[in-house]
């Protein structure tokens, strides 16, 4: 099941319709192109508040995700601990993929 949704992440990622960092997926949740924002198993607290509260803001799905930023790195070539998902279509999908939904 996880290779799977590592799979999904890195489609996602081709398609253009995933965003990396903690400034740019603040961004795409206050201007509404994100649909889901996910982050690394091993986020900072710090970091992981602060996103929390921009989705809360906004009204935006968190998840978890079951990985730490080295093995999001092996995958989608650039080290992050916040990606967020721009396409309903592949939100829908990483959600169903996801092991234990942790939204917040």
Same mark, same amino acid.
């Given at each position: 099941? /996880?290779?799977?949704? &590592?799979?999904? &992440?890195?489609? +996602?990622?081709?398609?253009?319709?995933?965003? &990396? $960092? #903690?400034?740019? %997926?603040?961004? *795409?949740?206050?201007? $509404?192109?994100?649909?889901? #924002?996910?982050?690394?198993? =091993? &986020?900072?607290?710090?970091?992981?508040?602060?996103?929390? !509260?921009? +989705? !809360? *803001?906004?009204?935006?799905?968190?998840?978890?995700?079951?990985? =730490? #930023?080295?093995?999001?790195?092996?995958?989608?070539?650039?080290?992050? $601990?916040?990606? *967020?998902? %721009? =396409? !309903?279509?592949?939100? /829908?999908?990483?959600? $169903?993929?996801?092991?234990?939904?942790? !939204? *917040?």
């Amino acid at each position: 099941m /996880n290779d799977r949704l &590592l799979s999904a &992440l890195s489609l +996602c990622r081709k398609a253009g319709r995933l965003t &990396l $960092g #903690m400034d740019v %997926c603040q961004q *795409a949740a206050q201007d $509404g192109t994100a649909r889901l #924002m996910l982050t690394a198993s =091993d &986020l900072a607290p710090r970091s992981r508040r602060r996103i929390e !509260e921009t +989705c !809360e *803001a906004v009204k935006l799905p968190i998840a978890s995700l079951p990985y =730490d #930023m080295e093995q999001l790195w092996s995958v989608l070539g650039r080290r992050c $601990g916040i990606l *967020a998902v %721009c =396409d !309903e279509g592949f939100a /829908n999908m990483v959600l $169903g993929l996801l092991p234990q939904r942790q !939204e *917040a």
